[in-house]
Structures are given as C-alpha cells and as structure tokens.
C-alpha cells in the first residue's frame, strides 16, 4: 500500500487544546487525525462526484483503514528518512 501524508498547521491554541485532549484520553494524535479523516469520508463521500475507478480507490483504501493496514506517524518517518538517505546515495 503506497503511504502519502498530510502536513497540518493549527494555531497554537488549537493545537495545546488537542494536545491536552489526546494527552489527558491517551488518544495518540495522528490515530485521532485519521479517524477524523475516515468518518468524515464515510459520511460525505455520497455527495462527491468520483468515477468508477476513484470510487474503488476509495473502497479499496477504506477497507485497508478498517483491517488496519496504515503506517504510523513513526513507520513513515523512517521511511522517508531511508528513501532521502537512498536519494543521497544514488547521487
């Protein structure tokens, strides 16, 4: 499964809010994040225009979320602190 990520900037009330939040549950924040993301695509997909092929993306990738095949915020950093060592490398 072929991993993107997503750069998010709050102000910083908004972020000490959901830091103390996730903190004070145990909540990890990009576990919270992304499933924000996933019930707000479970509820709002029926209304967006997708073809026939985006729309088994979709499925394919919501299906994935829910038997857990995701990288943690972690798993993606090594990765993308491997594939820059690789990059420098080839050079």
């Given at each position: ?15 000490v809010?959901?830091?103390t939040?996730?903190n ?13 993301i ?24 919501i ?10 915020l ?18």
């Amino acid at each position: 499964m072929r991993q993107k990520s997503i750069t998010l900037r709050l102000p910083e009330e908004e972020y000490v809010a959901f830091t103390t939040v996730c903190n004070e549950k145990g909540y990890s924040k990009t576990g919270k994040i992304r499933e924000f993301i996933r019930n707000m695509v479970k509820t709002e997909i029926d209304e967006v225009e997708l073809s026939a092929s985006e729309w088994e993306k979709v499925r394919e990738g919501i299906g994935e979320i829910e038997r857990g095949r995701y990288a943690t915020l972690e798993e993606m950093k090594v990765d993308l602190a491997r594939r820059k060592l690789a990059h420098k490398q080839d050079r």
